[in-house]
């Protein structure tokens, strides 16, 4: 099975930053990766597929980028209400895997 | 407008069975495959199962085959999870959510509680 691992688990940042989430791969994945966005109480929220493809109605700000093993989503100017916790999410083999999630906090 | 309600949580007993329910609106559901996600209190996502649109087709998370099973009636526009052989472990948030590897479309999830 395919593991995801997520850095950092969680970390601080202010209204207007830009932030870098990163996803690695236990093994290749080509670019079958997707973002999701979870606030507290809520469903996941589908932010990029195909590692770098923007979900219809997700503001420009977020963006995805790599292959293979290393990827990575940038927020160019954190909002307030991007205060969230992320997950990455392999796609290319079952069993279907997901990141242990970034927590991402207001400082 | 796409709406999952998911349906049939509670608390059951460790090795009791409990069967969950997602009813589908405001889209064609028989053209969709669809999926189980599942989350444990203050922990992350795991992806449970999915299934075909005519449900030829089905896989399982290891930690579930065996002991659960993935179901659907498209004539109702309605997903199913029977679950047995339920473990504490099991205790989580199940979300019904749309489509086989990538999810766009989640419903508000049901909690079930695996205690004694």
């Known amino acids: 099975a395919i593991r995801m691992t997520q850095s950092p688990s969680s970390f601080s940042a202010s209204t207007g930053d830009r932030v870098t989430i990163t996803c690695r791969a236990s093994q290749g994945i080509s670019s079958y990766l997707a973002w999701y966005q979870q606030k507290p109480g809520k469903a996941p929220k589908l932010l990029i597929y195909?590692?770098?493809t923007l979900q219809s109605g997700v503001p420009s700000r977020f963006s995805g980028s790599g292959s293979g093993t290393d990827f990575t989503l940038t927020i160019s100017c954190l909002q307030s209400e991007d205060f969230a916790t992320y997950y990455c999410q392999q796609y290319y083999s079952y069993p279907l895997a997901f990141g242990q999630g970034t927590k991402l906090e207001i400082k | 407008e796409v709406q999952l309600v998911e349906s049939g949580g509670g608390l059951v007993q460790p090795g009791g069975s409990l069967r969950l329910s997602c009813a589908a609106s405001?889209?064609?559901?028989?053209?969709?495959?669809m999926s189980w996600v599942r989350q444990a209190p203050g922990k992350g996502l795991e992806w449970v199962a999915n299934i075909k649109q005519d449900g030829s087709e089905k896989y399982y998370v290891d930690s579930v085959k065996g002991r659960f099973t993935i179901s659907r009636d498209n004539a109702k526009n309605s997903l199913y999870l029977q679950m047995n052989s339920l473990r504490a472990e099991d205790t989580a948030v199940y979300y019904c959510?749309?489509?086989?590897?990538?999810?766009?479309?989640w419903g508000q999830g049901t909690l079930v509680t695996v205690s004694s």
């Open positions: 959510a749309r489509g086989e590897m990538v999810t766009g479309y």
């Open positions: 195909a590692a770098s």
């Open positions: 405001g889209f064609t559901f028989s053209s969709y495959w």
